[in-house]
């Protein structure tokens, strides 16, 4: 990928770099909600719709840190990424991960990039969430 047009920035995950993305967020299958506490941290809840999910790359340009709740099969991705992704590519109908902001005073919301996979053919790399 040409690294002006890259929604992932510096993350890049070697079992994430299909040939030709699925169109249409919508057509997804993945539903994403959010909480924000009162520190600042925003919890990401992502849902598949009927049909699970084999992989998953969370990432985000802004300042701060994300953490994985014990028992999701996430891990945080290294270098200067600011990401998680999945550790295995057993199904899953429901992952959650946290983001702390480096600002716990900070009001900003926070642009999330996802690259969902349903299978090998079928993923989406174009998937945005602000919370």
Same mark, same amino acid.
């Given at each position: 990928? #040409?690294?002006?047009?890259?929604? !992932? ?31 600042? @941290? ?7 719709? #009927? ?14 840190? !994300? ?39 900070? @009001? ?5 990039? !996802? ?17």
């Amino acid at each position: 990928m #040409d690294e002006d047009i890259n929604p !992932f920035g510096s993350c890049v995950h070697p079992g994430h770099n299909h040939d030709t993305p699925s169109q249409g967020t919508e057509d997804s299958g993945v539903i994403i909600t959010s909480e924000t506490q009162e520190n600042s @941290t925003i919890t990401l809840h992502i849902h598949a719709d #009927d049909n699970p999910f084999t992989g998953i790359m969370i990432s985000t340009e802004a300042k701060g840190n !994300f953490s994985v709740p014990e028992g999701i099969l996430l891990k945080l991705m290294d270098g200067d990424c600011t990401g998680v992704t999945n550790t295995d590519d057993i199904p899953k109908d429901h992952v959650q991960v946290n983001f702390q902001k480096a600002d716990p005073t900070s @009001t900003e919301k926070v642009d999330f990039n !996802f690259l969902v996979v349903r299978d090998n053919e079928t993923y989406w790399d174009n998937i945005k969430y602000q919370a």
